[in-house]
């Protein structure tokens, strides 16, 4: 027996049809954003492609308008290789920020690390007016990063019988 389709069957595939677009233009958008903006990157996409092991065309099509259907399996090697666990990175918004937040204190790290060293390696004999002042800022940073550090885990509960800082400030 033929069914006819009817009106709501049409709005019904419209709406589909919709989404499809949305999450394609969602996973094109994020996977550009993720290759300019990953604490390793930039990256172009030849590399991009050898890092993945997905060919440099479907990584393309991918981050065209129109986006191609990318199977699951090419998601996850892609949010595998650039070292992000939640591949619904590419289509939740919540976990695009969280993960974004997380490279954004990675790449802070980094550049602390890297002042670190150079102020280390440094061969003044006296330490100079300008390597104290560096390494004052470099010690705010680090404290600016804890506190932001503690904000965020502010939110998250401690297990049962655990002693939380608060408690242990009363004490």
């Given amino acids: ?27 094109a958008a994020r996977l550009r954003h993720v290759r300019q903006h990953h604490p390793e990157g930039p990256f172009t996409l030849a590399a991009l492609a050898e890092r993945t092991g997905v060919s440099k065309r479907t990584l393309a099509s991918a981050e065209s308008e129109d986006g191609m259907n990318l199977t ?17 990175y590419f289509l939740d918004e919540e976990v695009f920020a969280q993960v974004n937040a997380e490279f954004e204190t990675v790449r802070e790290l980094r550049q602390r690390a890297v002042q670190g060293v150079a102020l280390r390696t440094t061969s003044a004999a006296e330490p100079s007016a300008a390597s104290l002042s560096e390494l004052s800022e470099l010690v705010i940073g680090i404290l600016r990063s804890a506190k932001a550090a503690s904000d965020t885990l502010k939110g998250i509960s401690s297990p049962p019988g655990e002693q939380t800082s608060s408690d242990a400030q009363k004490l």
């Fill in 72 to 88: 699951l399996e090419t998601l996850v090697k892609v949010a595998h290789s650039l070292g992000i666990q939640r591949w619904a």
């Fill in 1 to 27: 027996m033929t069914r006819q389709r009817g009106a709501g069957d049409e709005a019904a595939v419209s709406s589909l049809d919709e989404q499809m677009r949305a999450a394609k233009a969602a996973i």
